[in-house]
């Protein structure tokens, strides 16, 4: 015979699996309880924020960048023809808005200067309820509104930002990075380097005295070296020199065949003209040409440089001559919209705004801990860079990089680089622990 | 010891209110935010300080943000090594920069005039130039001093206080986050514990003694009375309200860059301060938040939104006042702000003070007037 007997023991544990029992779904849904994340623009505006220096040294790539974001936005609400909406494969968005709703823009100054970045990226997320921000020109920008982005929990996808910082040991997990880095730039033209000059050389490095000059120093360094070239010195330049000519004389009488300038805006437009007039071009040494390399080349720097850049070698992003699908049907957009081809830095930006509209298309949702795993590992093409992808373990994109040289006979002004060679993604992939760094937690912060 | 005139106790109040409103009357100018009212408050405090040195000594010190910075680095090396908690981060902000300011000023004070202003001009640049490069290791240069979840923090480690951080950890005042508007109101504390020293140091002795040597300091020496340490008390004192001000920059949102040490910012402040009134309590504090206001609101309008603001005039006239406007919002910000320094250097040298002084003097005649027009009307 069966006795239904209750002590006080079972009775505690029976009371035990009842509380867990109906606690199951709310564990169960905690995940989607939890989805009122800062600015949740399910009630309100999509509103993406762009912050890019339009005043200070940048001002000029900063505004390019703002031009190329307010294209992204028509093309992303269906206006105008589509772009790269046209090429990106696999494409989540539908040519209306994002999640069927239109996306509008506020815009603000980063002065080129960390702390007015971080209040313009403020700005955006306290009061204009920013669901994402985007834009920048130097590295410092792009690391302290990552950075500020992940305390928000509001994603930042970075604008033009070349420090192998940013993914590196400044990472974080609500910030991505499209553009290229100093040390992908190092392997991508070493091998041209070799081809053009020799793998005999003895390297003199000029750099600009900051974070990102060295990097880019430390990544040409060990990329030239490991070709079989010699470093003469490295010699620092602090930042905004006018005149370089006391740091140029001493190249003179070192003993080097190759100048590196590890220099960036105005210091590269100043540096290299006065290097080239110094006459080092047609100086010979060891029994060789003397050779000037910029690693780093912007076309609106080439522009800024004129006839010195003649010649010159350097690593790009992206070009507008391409002729791949993506770059014409972009550089024709934006040429058509602002009569003139687009930068590197109009480019990046362009990207990141369709990237992050897709992501959130393909997450159907605008939580950022979905879009966010959305962009992690992601495949495309078609956005001019040939085929792409976004690296989980550091939110940095791998693709080609463009080996180019200053256009000898150019035919506009416009025509200023032409690309000689591209390095590709596998060669320039490297392992994700070597700069550091760790991306934090995905759960956003209530801001 | 701590008692005001009857006059300051009002103003006191008036400011307190005032202040502590923000969120409230800021709301239709589109800057009653967080992050804005925060900066609002921190710069009206450095401008306070600043004030304190150049209103009243006359010493127009042109490298004040140095002092700004070095309170930031203070403060986030004291959120990395000590603990997270603000007050211990404060007082070694104000201290550190206050030994700082002596340094500085016990060389920079052997001269007077323009002579001063450039040797504090030559050690701000000096102290930035060294923060964005040769002393990387302890300010990250560029990039600026972060946290990171794996600093040592001695104190919280002791303490066992912030053990279990998921994210990044968040500064705390005794265990309460002071972010959002939290932090806004901390700020507009100390803003007016700020502003009551000022007025403290206005109307006290030492006050006058700094009038003095505005005025004329070759006729003090004469007297025999020795400036120099008047001199050096008031730059150490205002190079510590700056020390406070970057306290609080780095306490509201922790990241440190060496661009807050920039000569512009060291002009900044000078601008707030003439902007709005050299020498005056409210001055300094209307002219920091007029320049806040412009850098943050103004650089923030676009075309799109002069547009939308001017859809109700027709086509033509629309295009024609939001093309001429757009030239001085947006990136034009800095030109409205110059024009705006320009008319009032020109027409209202003592700042906006002097301005609401003239327009209430005004309006008193205008009550006046009917009176006298009575009293001169013959009698029948």
């Known amino acids: 015979m069966a006795t239904f007997r209750t002590n006080r023991r079972t009775l505690l544990k029976g009371a035990g699996a009842g509380i867990v029992a109906l606690g199951a779904p709310h564990i169960f849904t905690k995940g989607a309880w939890a989805q009122n994340f800062c600015n949740d623009p399910t009630n309100g505006k999509i509103v993406f924020g762009f912050n890019v220096p339009q005043t200070g040294s940048y001002a000029e790539e900063g505004l390019e960048q703002l031009k190329a974001y307010e294209l992204a936005v028509k093309h992303i609400n269906g206006e105008g023809d589509g772009g790269m909406l046209n090429t990106l494969k696999p494409i989540a968005l539908k040519g209306n808005g994002v999640l069927g709703r239109k996306v509008e823009y506020v815009t603000g100054d980063t002065q080129t200067n960390t702390d007015a970045a971080r209040d313009g990226a403020r700005r955006m997320i306290e009061r204009d309820k920013a669901i994402m921000v985007t834009g920048s020109v130097t590295s410092g920008e792009a690391i302290a509104q990552q950075s500020l982005c992940q305390e928000m929990g509001v994603i930042y996808m970075s604008g033009l930002t070349h420090s192998n910082d940013t993914t590196g040991k400044d990472k974080r997990r609500y910030g991505f990075r499209h553009f290229f880095n100093a040390y992908q730039s190092g392997v991508a033209i070493a091998p041209f380097l070799a081809k053009e000059y020799g793998t005999d050389r003895r390297a003199y490095h000029l750099t600009a005295d900051y974070t990102w000059g060295w990097t880019q120093e430390e990544s040409i360094k060990n990329a030239t070296e490991a070709l079989g070239w010699e470093t003469v010195a490295t010699v620092r330049t602090p930042l905004g020199l006018g005149d370089y000519s006391q740091y140029l004389t001493p190249v003179l009488n070192s003993g080097a065949d190759v100048l590196i300038l590890n220099h960036y805006g105005h210091d590269m437009v100043n540096s290299l003209p006065q290097a080239v007039q110094f006459g080092l071009r047609d100086r010979q040494a060891n029994g060789k040409n003397f050779e000037i390399v910029v690693p780093m080349f912007s076309e609106l720097m080439a522009v800024g440089a004129g006839e010195a850049v003649k010649g010159i070698i350097g690593t790009s992003n992206w070009q507008w001559s391409l002729d791949d699908e993506g770059t014409k049907a972009f550089t024709k957009a934006y040429g058509e919209a602002y009569g003139a081809p687009p930068s590197q830095s109009a480019h990046t930006g362009y990207v990141q705004a369709i990237l992050y509209a897709d992501a959130v298309e393909r997450a159907g949702t605008f939580y950022p801990p979905e879009v966010i795993k959305a962009l992690e590992g992601f495949e495309f093409d078609g956005m001019g860079n040939g085929p792409t992808v976004y690296r989980d373990s550091d939110h940095q994109c791998f693709k080609e990089v463009l080996v180019v040289r200053g256009n000898e006979n150019p035919s506009s002004r416009f025509d200023v680089l032409n690309v000689i060679g591209k390095t590709t993604r596998e060669d320039v992939t490297y392992d994700a622990s070597i700069f550091g760094g760790e991306l934090g937690p995905y759960e956003p912060n209530e801001c | ?380």
């Open chain 2, 1 to 380: 010891m701590f008692s005001l005139s009857r006059k300051d106790l009002v103003a006191l109040a008036v400011f307190s209110v005032v202040v502590l409103t923000m969120p409230i009357w800021l709301a239709p100018l589109g800057a009653s935010y967080p992050g804005l009212m925060q900066k609002f408050a921190i710069y009206a405090i450095f401008a306070i300080g600043f004030n304190i040195l150049f209103g009243l000594t006359g010493y127009l010190s042109f490298g004040h943000a140095a002092f700004l910075g070095v309170g930031s680095y203070t403060t986030v090396w004291a959120f990395k090594l000590l603990s997270m908690d603000v007050l211990p981060a404060m007082v070694f902000a104000v201290i550190v920069s206050g030994v700082f300011a002596l340094v500085i000023g016990y060389f920079s004070l052997r001269r007077t005039g323009i002579y001063f202003s450039i040797l504090t001009l030559a050690f701000a640049q000096m102290s930035y130039s060294l923060a964005y490069s040769v002393l990387t290791p302890i300010t990250n240069g560029e990039t600026g001093l972060l946290l990171a979840r794996n600093d040592p923090r001695y104190l919280d480690a002791i303490f066992g206080a912030q053990a279990d951080v998921a994210g990044l950890p968040q500064p705390t005042l005794i265990g309460n986050s002071v972010s959002g508007y939290t932090g806004f109101y901390l700020c507009a504390v100390i803003l007016i514990l700020a502003f009551y020293l000022s007025q403290k140091i206005f109307a006290s002795p030492f006050g006058m003694a700094l009038r003095g040597i505005k005025s004329n300091q070759t006729r003090m020496n004469y007297t025999g009375f020795n400036t120099r340490p008047y001199t050096l008390a008031a730059f150490v004192i205002s190079g510590m309200f700056a020390g406070l001000a970057g306290a609080l920059l780095s306490i509201t949102d922790p990241l440190a860059g060496a661009e807050r040490m920039k000569w512009t910012e060291s002009g900044n402040v000078v601008l707030m301060t003439i902007l709005g009134g050299v020498g005056t309590l409210f001055g300094p504090v209307i002219g920091a938040w007029l320049i806040k206001y412009f850098e943050n609101i103004f650089s923030a309008i676009n075309t799109n939104m002069l547009n939308n603001a001017f859809s109700f005039l027709p086509d033509g006239v629309q295009g024609f006042v939001v093309t001429v406007l757009s030239k001085f919002v947006g990136e034009g910000w800095q030109l409205t702000l110059g024009l705006m320094f320009v008319l009032i250097v020109v027409f209202l040298p003592g700042g906006l003070v002097e301005g609401f002084h003239r327009f209430m003097a005004r309006l008193r005649r205008r009550k006046e007037a009917p009176e006298r027009v009575s009293s001169t009307q013959p009698a029948e």
